[in-house]
């Protein structure tokens, strides 16, 4: 099983829609969180860190559900500025240092 | 501040050549790190540095060498391109002495081997 997991999509959504972004994990140990946007041949950019009680930034919530080792992000009343490939990203650790493991990335396209 | 900066922004190679892949950052922190980015592979980590005189391996450090005398300064070293090295390469950092801050990335080296 790979370390961090997303679907690749594309999802394809009307401006206004909710959609929903899941990741998995499999080191139960990981202890930061986050989810990065990318635009094409762009450089990653902090989206929000994922804190374990949930959190909310304007339209984008995410949360953790550690019992099932996921992290979600939901982005409402999508715009066509959202779109661009999503990542998560998950703190693992081997050996005595962490490091970011990334997911492959999903992408979102809002259409008008 | 200039924040992640990185050079060149491309670059082709032959085969058997080798290059340094610049990565500077103003902002003084600690942890740094090199990805590189490939179609249906995601970011994977190359080298990753904790402070001055540190270094370590990451995921994929094969053919690839790093070094960090200054805190600012994390170039990486291809020593002898290969084509499997072809890709887009990004450096990061972070505040703190590991990775567990938010990263900021450098806009990227898209380096292509022939």
């Known amino acids: 099983r790979k370390e961090v997991e997303q679907d690749p999509g594309p999802f394809n959504v009307p401006e206004g829609a909710t959609v929903a972004f899941n990741c998995t994990y499999s080191n139960s140990a990981s202890q930061s969180f986050f989810w990065y946007r990318q635009d094409c041949r762009k450089e990653p950019k902090l989206l929000m860190s994922?804190?374990?009680s949930g959190n909310e930034d304007g339209r984008f919530t995410a949360q953790l559900n550690r019992a099932s080792q996921y992290i979600s992000l939901l982005i409402r009343d999508s715009k066509l500025s959202d779109s661009a490939t999503y990542l998560c990203a998950v703190l693992s650790y081997g050996g005595s240092q962490g490091n970011l493991i990334f997911g492959k990335g999903t992408k979102l396209s809002v259409k008008p | 501040n200039a924040g992640v900066t990185q050079t060149p922004k491309f670059q082709v190679l032959k085969t058997g050549q080798s290059m340094t892949l610049q990565c500077a950052q103003d902002m003084n922190h600690e942890y740094m790190s090199w990805y590189r980015q490939d179609p249906g592979m995601g970011l994977r980590l190359i080298h990753y540095?904790?402070?001055?005189?540190?270094?370590d391996q990451g995921e994929v450090p094969n053919g690839y060498n790093v070094s960090r005398s200054t805190t600012e300064d994390f170039p990486l070293r291809l020593l002898s391109a290969a084509p499997s090295q072809t890709s887009v390469y990004f450096c990061?950092?972070?505040?703190?002495?590991?990775?567990?801050?938010?990263?900021?990335f450098g806009d990227g080296t898209r380096l292509s081997i022939l």
């Open positions: 994922v804190y374990s």
């Open positions: 990061a950092s972070s505040s703190g002495e590991g990775a567990h801050q938010p990263q900021h």
């Open positions: 540095s904790v402070g001055a005189g540190i270094t």
